[in-house]
């Protein structure tokens, strides 16, 4: 079984920063994608950021310029950085890692619990 850790969400006032961070665990022989989502109340979830293994990034269009997603691949982390945050952020932000448990075995997707983020003055 293989387990996402979300931290690093909260209250910031419009313009502020905040990291996020997924640290995956359990039985892991490699992973591919890591990337982060939100959902605001009342929307359906949207990718904001993923990285693949060999470091290739995209983002949505909302968060080009402001967020950045990096991975530890020792580490089995990926973090988000989020600068300038605008009302519009506030969501709760999974993350998602495809993980292959063992060699020969299919890639399957596996979510965090999520992580608030709040961004008001």
């Known amino acids: 079984q293989v387990q996402l850790v979300e931290s690093g969400g909260g209250l910031v006032q419009p313009g502020g920063s905040l990291r996020l961070s997924c640290a995956a665990s359990?039985?892991?022989?490699?992973?591919?994608?890591m990337g982060w989502y939100r959902q605001a109340p009342g929307k359906q979830r949207e990718l904001v950021a993923q990285?693949?293994?060999?470091?290739?990034?995209n983002y949505v269009d909302s968060v080009k310029g402001r967020f950045t997603i990096s991975r530890d691949q020792a580490k089995n982390t990926a973090f988000l950085q989020m600068n300038s945050l605008q009302p519009e952020d506030t969501a709760v932000y999974f993350c998602?890692?495809?993980?292959?448990?063992?060699?020969?075995?299919?890639?399957?997707?596996?979510w965090g619990q999520g992580t608030q983020v709040t961004v008001s003055s």
């Open positions: 359990g039985s892991i022989f490699s992973i591919y994608t």
């Open positions: 990285i693949t293994s060999s470091g290739s990034t």
């Open positions: 998602k890692a495809t993980v292959v448990v063992q060699w020969l075995k299919p890639p399957y997707d596996y």
